[in-house]
C-alpha cells in the first residue's frame, strides 16, 4: 500500500528542492530509500516489484556497498540512459546483466532510487544543481564516495525533454547552458572544456545558417562565448 501526500511549491524551485522535500519527507517516515520519479515517465509494474524485491534484500545490498538502483530508460523506444559521459545527450551503456554498473556509467534522474544515508553523506542535493545535470552532480558525488549503482532489469518509457527542441523556450536553454558550463567547471577535465567550446561552436553555425532549429540563436551564439570562459576558469570542485 502507498500513501499519497503531495506538497505543492507555487514557486517551482527546481528538482533540488523538492528532492530535499521528499529527503525529509521519507525519513521522518521511517524509511532508508528515497524514489524519484519524473511527471513524464511511465512506471511498470516490474519495475515496481523489482525495486521492492531488492530493497527487501537489505543486508546483500549494504555488503555490497549498493547505494543507487538504476532502471533503464527509454525515448520513443531508443534506451537513453545509461550512458556513457556526463553529457545531456551520450551513447547509451547496453548492460545484457542485472548486477553493479560500470564506474563509467551515467544515468537521469527519474526512475532511481537512492539510499537516503548516502544521499546525506554527501550534503543532500545540491542547490547550485537546481535542475539540469543534478543527475549527474549526484552520480559523481555519490560515486567519490564509495556508493555503487545497480543496474535493474525494469525498463521505463521516459520523455526526454533536451531531445525536443522544438518545444523549448530560450529560457530552458539558457538553463541547460549553465547547468552543462557549471558541471564542467566542478568536474570536467580540459578535455571535456575542449569538446564543450567545439560542441557549442558547430551548434551555433548549424542554427545560424539555418541547419537546425534553435529556441534561441542568439542564445547559441552567446553560448560559444560562455564555453570559452569555461575553458580558462579554474576547477572549483574535487
Known amino acids: 500500500n502507498f500513501v499519497d501526500r503531495r506538497v505543492d511549491d507555487p514557486t517551482n524551485p527546481g528538482l533540488a528542492r523538492a528532492y530535499t522535500t521528499a529527503l525529509d519527507l521519507v525519513e521522518e517516515g521511517g524509511c532508508s530509500w528515497l524514489m524519484l520519479l519524473d511527471q513524464d515517465t511511465r512506471v511498470t509494474d516490474a519495475y515496481l516489484a523489482e525495486v521492492l524485491d531488492l530493497v527487501g534484500r537489505e543486508e546483500e545490498l549494504a555488503a555490497a556497498g549498493v547505494d543507487i538502483l ?7 523506444g531508443r534506451q537513453v540512459s545509461p550512458h556513457a559521459r556526463p553529457r545531456l545527450r551520450s551513447p547509451a551503456i547496453h548492460v545484457t546483466t542485472h548486477g553493479p554498473l560500470p564506474s563509467s ?3 537521469y534522474n527519474s526512475g532511481l532510487v ?5 544521499v546525506r553523506r ?3 542535493f545540491p542547490g547550485s544543481y537546481p535542475m539540469d545535470y543534478l543527475d549527474h552532480a549526484m ?6 564516495r564509495g556508493s555503487v549503482a545497480w543496474q535493474l532489469g525494469a525498463v521505463l518509457e521516459h520523455d526526454l525533454s533536451v531531445l525536443q527542441t522544438g518545444s523549448m523556450t530560450p529560457f530552458r536553454l539558457q538553463s541547460i547552458f549553465a547547468a552543462e558550463e557549471r ?3 566542478d568536474y570536467g577535465t580540459m578535455a571535456d572544456r575542449l569538446w564543450l567550446v567545439g560542441r557549442r561552436l558547430v551548434l551555433a553555425l548549424l542554427s545560424v545558417t539555418g541547419r537546425r532549429h534553435s529556441p534561441s540563436r542568439s542564445t547559441e551564439v552567446r553560448g560559444v562565448l560562455s564555453a ?9 570542485v574535487l
Open 114 to 118: 537512492l539510499r537516503t544515508e548516502a
Open 122 to 124: 554527501v550534503g543532500g
Open 105 to 107: 556509467a551515467w544515468y
Open 139 to 144: 552520480a559523481r558525488r555519490m560515486r567519490s
Open 183 to 185: 558541471f564542467t567547471v
Open 228 to 236: 570559452v570562459r569555461v575553458a580558462t576558469t579554474r576547477r572549483q
Open 70 to 76: 538504476v532502471p533503464v530508460l527509454q525515448h520513443q
